[in-house]
């Protein structure tokens, strides 16, 4: 019961963000139904016993990228006019189009097989919990080549949006 | 037995005589003045007809057995080889195609004197004579191929000699093509001899007839028998002899009179063993000899082109010896042959004297009067004249009757064939008389002041032409059949249609002599005497009937427009047509359509790339779901 | 009903993904569009974190742990080129940008 109730729960409120990202006119209000999925989707996470990534998320993902996407939405300032019309020729169709089709391979796949997704593999009984110390002796023996490349794809992310960003009448004119 | 061997190279010499000449003349053109020209061409044909006449002479003395020489074997299976002959029918021939080439070339020195082609004349002369020897002296079907060929390239060569004039060079190009039509009818029948008999060589073929299919026989006789309609100028390819009237007159009597004309009928003498079996062939060629002597005689009558109504007279006379022909009477065929040869070539060089006297003029219209000024030309083309209306002594009558009493002896329908010959016969005598009384007798009121007697080169040889015409009948009378005895041996294995005898023969010979005359003394009438003028026409309603065939006659029966129209324009709208349509339309359009389809499909293509990144999202997304039914579809795992 | 199992868990990831895909072409504002891929990237991890429960193994939650990363690093780059992007029009609609058209 309580597992089901941890389930639901936390489920609800993704898709309500989700929805609230997709249809929202203000783009503030599109950046809080962000947070409010990432959120729990690090409650799930932690019901699926990825404790250390479910604190990485909310640390990284909900507090790092949402204030950068934040700051960005201050300093552009959308205007909520242009936000409702559609300007691309066909496109509503298309979309539509797409929907529905995803929607009936869905409910296909659903029905076809009795709401009784059988897995091909049989679910492992060893419960692991995701604890730091866990993840870092795998992190740092097996998989410390990626490790390293992805330091050096922050460090190249870092100088690559101050060379995009960087305004030099700007930076000219004040100094 | 020495001179038969000697004989077998001798008979050679005058065939390839002319070719070295020819190929002499044409190598020093640039250096050769008139005279040498003159002097190396003329001895060339004197000696060529020596050696001819001498090869006759030691032939007759053995009784006309064939002298064979095989120069080499082509091919062994079918057997093809190159080989000339002389027998009786090539003698004949040979000597007279010899003895013709030197009496025009003679001629010829005088008339083309001045002309700025003159060595390049001679030229094609002395190669049309080597390819005329070729044709009869050959003893296969091969080597008489060559030379049909080579007879109507030296005959193109001289029609369009004057070939600054483009009526010259059009009539030469009509001559070719209409004898390429009769030349693709010889061709086929030659593929089915090879077939049937697996050899080209006439005795071979000529000795074992009997076992062959008679629906082979006349699909044979057929086809050559149109080869020798387009050389012959028959009906319906004879529209090229009176267009080639525009090549030089002495050219015209040796070629369009005593030649390459009837390279035809020698051709179907030499291959009657085989056409005799075949009664359809003969029938089909006695109806249309019949049909080409009445239209070209009828052509005739109301021509006023001096040499034009020679043409058509030719042509006439081509239809008598194909009637001849068809009614199996092969000796006078042959008889017809030699003395049209000879009255016809002294018609032609007359006529050439009178164009050159009157400085090229050639209507007889503007003619009259010219016998007190020419006497010796008027007095030569009378003796022509007479002869080709058949009045006895003469050449023409001999022969002329000869055919028309073999034609009446067959019976049956053809008593209406005869009568029908009769009737060219007479008209014949008319239009004859009619061109000659315009030329020479009636005098028209024109300035004839400056024309005289023609030179000496040119009166000699008509003086020789016309003794000839004189005293050749008398090689085959009903009472000295001389002509027979030479052609013997080569038809001993023909039925021949000999003549009637009795009193059948006397009652057939009066009524040709009287066609004859009658002809002549009309011609007279109307065109000695103008009576036309002095009757009224007009009481007896015969004026538009006698316009009517005035004009009918002069163009042709029109014969000539509606071959134009229909062929000539309607292969040229054809050709046309098939140019747009075919070839413009289908072929380009097809490859045009693969082009222009190549780009309309890469611009509909393009249209999806619009450079819109929500665009995009969707191709992906559907791109997905593909992805995703592929992956319901196939289970990549086996359970 | 009442047991959760892994392929409840799938479910879930496969209608968050579809639902960042549709905003994604609906949605024509370039941050918003961001925002979507957001969106589908996390459905992606919650994919691989309920994996590597299913098989007991801790790779999978390593995985998230690189995709998090780079996910950041590119939110960061995108930012900067919607900037100037917007430096460059005052309006940040995505459907104007179409110079890459062929």
């Known amino acids: ?175 | ?639 | 009903m009442l047991e959760v199992t892994t392929d409840w868990y799938l479910t879930l990831a496969a209608i968050l993904f579809s639902i960042g895909f549709l905003g994604m072409m609906i949605r024509k504002n370039a941050l918003i569009m961001f925002m979507c891929i957001e969106l589908m990237l996390n459905a992606v991890n919650l994919t691989f974190i309920s994996a590597s429960k299913h098989f007991g193994q801790v790779d999978g939650q390593i995985f998230v742990f690189f995709v998090l990363v780079v996910a950041a690093a590119e939110v960061v780059v995108g930012l900067a080129i919607i900037v100037s992007i917007f430096r460059k029009q005052s309006s940040a609609s995505v459907d104007v940008l179409n110079v890459s058209r062929g």
């Open chain 2, 1 to 639: 037995m020495y001179q038969e061997v000697k004989l077998e190279l001798i008979f050679l010499l005058p065939i390839f005589l002319p070719f070295l000449t020819a190929i002499f003349l044409f190598l020093n053109k640039k250096l050769f003045n008139e005279l040498i020209t003159n002097f190396f061409t003329l001895n060339s044909a004197l000696l060529s007809f020596a050696i001819a006449a001498y090869s006759f002479i030691a032939l007759a003395l053995d009784k006309f057995k064939p002298v064979n020489v095989e120069l080499f074997q082509w091919i062994s299976n079918p057997d093809i080889s190159i080989g000339f002959t002389l027998d009786g029918l090539s003698g004949i021939m040979l000597i007279l195609v010899t003895g013709l080439s030197f009496v025009i070339q003679l001629f010829s020195t005088s008339y083309m004197e001045k002309d700025e082609n003159h060595c390049n004349y001679f030229v094609y002369f002395n190669f049309f004579v080597f390819s005329m020897l070729l044709l009869v002296m050959s003893s296969n079907f091969l080597v008489m191929f060559f030379g049909w060929e080579l007879v109507g390239l030296s005959s193109y060569l001289l029609i369009s000699f004057w070939s600054k004039k483009p009526a010259a060079a059009k009539a030469g190009n009509k001559a070719f093509v209409i004898n390429r039509v009769g030349d693709f009818g010889f061709l086929i029948g030659l593929m089915i001899i090879l077939d049937t008999f697996n050899t080209f060589d006439f005795y071979k073929i000529l000795q074992n007839t009997s076992g062959i299919a008679e629906s082979t026989i006349t699909a044979i006789s057929l086809f050559l028998m149109l080869g020798a309609f387009g050389k012959s100028a028959q009906f319906p390819l004879f529209s090229w002899l009176p267009d080639a009237m525009e090549g030089p007159t002495p050219a015209s009597a040796l070629i369009h009179a005593a030649t390459m004309v009837t390279a035809g009928v020698f051709m179907l003498v030499r291959i009657s063993p085989l056409l005799q079996h075949s009664k359809i062939a003969s029938l089909l060629i006695i109806i249309f000899g019949l049909i080409t002597a009445l239209l070209a005689a009828f052509s005739a009558i109301n021509q006023f082109d001096i040499k034009k109504v020679l043409a058509y007279s030719t042509i006439s006379q081509l239809g008598f010896m194909f009637i001849a022909i068809g009614a199996g009477a092969y000796v006078a065929a042959i008889f017809h042959l030699v003395t049209h040869a000879f009255f016809k070539a002294l018609l032609f060089l007359g006529a050439g004297a009178v164009i050159h006297s009157m400085h090229h003029e050639q209507d007889i219209r503007k003619m009259g009067g010219l016998r007190k000024k020419m006497p010796i030309t008027a007095s030569m083309m009378g003796i022509g004249t007479l002869a080709i209306s058949g009045i006895p002594p003469l050449a023409g009558f001999w022969s002329k009757d000869e055919i028309l009493a073999s034609v009446f002896v067959n019976g049956g329908i053809y008593y209406v064939f005869w009568a029908l010959a009769l009737g060219a016969a007479f008209l014949t005598a008319f239009y004859m008389g009619r061109h000659w009384l315009l030329i020479f007798e009636k005098d028209n009121g024109f300035e004839h002041s400056d024309v005289k007697e023609a030179p000496k080169a040119m009166t000699r040889p008509l003086l020789l032409l016309g003794i000839f015409s004189i005293f050749i009948g008398f090689i085959n009378t009903p009472f000295f059949h001389g002509l027979e005895k030479v052609l013997h041996v080569t038809l001993e294995n023909v039925e021949v249609t000999h003549l009637p005898k009795g009193i059948t023969l006397v009652v057939l010979a009066v009524l040709s002599i009287g066609a004859g005359f009658t002809g002549l003394i009309i011609a007279f009438l109307l065109f000695g005497m103008e009576l036309h003028k002095r009757i009224d026409l007009k009481k007896f309603k015969l004026e538009s009937p006698i316009n009517l065939v005035k004009d009918l006659s002069s163009n042709v029966l029109y014969l000539n427009k509606f071959g134009n129209l229909f062929f000539v324009s309607g292969m040229k709208n054809l050709s046309r047509k098939v140019a747009v349509v075919v070839d413009g339309m289908l072929i380009d359009g097809s490859v045009n359509f693969v082009s222009t389809a190549f780009n309309k499909s890469s611009k509909i293509t393009s249209t999806t790339q619009t450079g819109l990144v929500r665009n995009y999202v969707v191709y992906f997304g559907l791109f997905l779901l593909l992805l995703i039914v592929l992956f319901i579809a196939t289970p990549l795992v086996p359970r």
């Open chain 1, 1 to 175: 019961m309580i597992e089901a109730l941890l389930f639901f729960a936390p489920a609800s409120l993704i898709i309500i963000g989700a929805l609230i990202v997709i249809f929202a006119k203000n783009p503030v209000h599109n950046a809080m139904g962000l947070v409010m999925t990432l959120v729990s989707l690090a409650i799930i996470y932690i019901t699926l016993n990825a404790t250390f990534v479910a604190m990485v998320q909310m640390l990284v993902y909900a507090g790092a990228v949402m204030t950068l996407f934040l700051f960005v939405i201050m300093m552009i300032g959308v205007d909520k006019k242009e936000q409702t019309t559609e300007s691309i020729k066909g496109q509503t169709f298309l979309v539509s189009g797409v929907f529905l089709i995803l929607i009936s391979l869905l409910a296909y796949v659903a029905i076809s097989s009795d709401f009784k997704w059988d897995l091909w593999f049989p679910p492992v009984e060893f419960d692991a919990e995701g604890t730091p110390q866990l993840i870092a002796g795998v992190l740092f023996t097996e998989w410390i080549f990626p490790f390293e490349i992805i330091s050096l794809l922050l460090i190249v992310a870092t100088a690559a949006a101050i060379a995009l960003a960087y305004d030099t009448k700007k930076r000219n004119s004040n100094a």
